[in-house]
């Protein structure tokens, strides 16, 4: 009997953050979170055996975004203009506790699921 059914994404694949919002990701690959926790400094706290804070863990979520959304719909400037999902653009929009705990939850606990399957 199947627990769990993982929807598993081989192209770029559309999530909805809020109504309004979409942002286009990259689907997950193998090493995605252990690439992601080396580059926050999740990988190096843990090695440490330090305690993991919560300023970490936000980081990591804000890593993973910036390396796999790749386009965005309903995201504009002051004046409402779209712009571009760049590094800087995307921190500023995980900085909404909306679009950050959507992301969190619709990617990468998605994605941690599919690692502890052996399929990440």
């Known amino acids: 009997m199947t627990k769990v059914t993982l929807k598993l994404h081989v192209a770029p694949h559309d999530i909805e953050l809020m109504p309004g919002v ?16 080396e580059e926050c400094g999740l990988k190096a706290a843990r ?10 863990l ?4 804000v890593t993973l975004a910036q390396r ?18 760049t590094p800087e653009h995307i921190d500023s929009l995980m900085q ?3 679009a950050f ?4 939850r619709k990617y990468l606990v998605a994605a941690m699921q599919v690692a502890e399957e052996g399929n990440g």
């Open 101 to 104: 705990v959507a992301f969190q």
């Open 58 to 61: 936000e980081k990591r979520v």
């Open 22 to 37: 979409t942002v286009t990701v990259e689907p997950f690959r193998r090493g995605l979170l252990r690439d992601v926790d």
């Open 68 to 85: 796999v959304i790749v386009a965005w719909d309903g995201i504009g400037d002051a004046s409402g203009e779209p712009i571009e999902p």
């Open 96 to 98: 909404d506790s909306r």
């Open 47 to 56: 090695d440490a055996e330090e305690e993991i804070s919560e300023s970490l």
